[in-house]
């Protein structure tokens, strides 16, 4: 005769480490980014929250700017949570001056501004397109439509938005009007060759990539590769940062270089150093799409 009790038994799944652990991973990872005072324990305290909260650390980093006595970590989470009861935890055993956020790892949605050089951007598409980018890329904006072409080919609306005849808070309307329905997690200028005004930037602080063809503060304004090669330079790089209300001095993401010497003409300059700015643009992008890079100041900690 079977019991009741194991004829149950044996008409369910047992509960074990492996079934929990199967269950959390179909659950979407969250990522803990912390940004407080150090002091002592932190770690200890951060980690034991999150164990309290039954949450599988899978990474986790840490950083100490000991001038400014702040500490960052960013810690990836697995399992089901209960956010504003995780950190209301957090906050008690954070010091007081502490800004910590929780979001959601994943694809970002992007969308791209350029004006009529392509490099960047097909880089960009080629990536996302064949899984080298963590992205989605909702659209891409030109202020000429010499791109719309490219861009077609992956199945990506292009909206063009001509600037001529129009003042520049005329011409970032217009833009705002196409950017915004499309609800990006951060944009990036492959190359768009136009200055922000605040007014646009402040819509998406710290969300708006750009791609520096030098070394800031090297060689900013025209012709950057012909200053290069009048200085006569021994390595040409590229800068990849976020865009600020101060030209091409907002927080620096991600830099390369490659070497050069007396036989490189300015114009294969340019054409290696354009090699190295898509290089390191997508570099950027995936790390902002990681949620790996935290802005404090107009510095970047990147995990």
Known sequence: MTSKAQSTSSNSTPLTSASINDANSELPRKVLITDCEDAKGLIAKITGVCFEHQLNIIKNK???DRQNNRFYMRTELEGQLDQPRLLEALERVLPDDNHIKLVTAGRKRVVILVTKEAHCLGDILMKAS???LDVDIAAVVGNYPDLAQLVEKFDIPFHWVDHQGLSREEHEQAMLEVINPHQADYLVLAKFMRILTPK????YENRILNIHHSFLPAFIGASPYQQAWDRGVKIIGATAHFVNDCLDEGPIIEQGVIAVDHSYSAQDL??????????VLSK???LVSNDKVLVYGNKTVVF
């Open 200 to 203: 646009f930037v402040s819509q």
């Open 62 to 64: 840490e950083f100490v």
């Open 284 to 286: 950027a992008l995936q």
């Open 130 to 132: 064949y899984g080298g």
């Open 270 to 279: 340019a054409l290696n150093g354009r090699d190295v700015e898509k290089r």
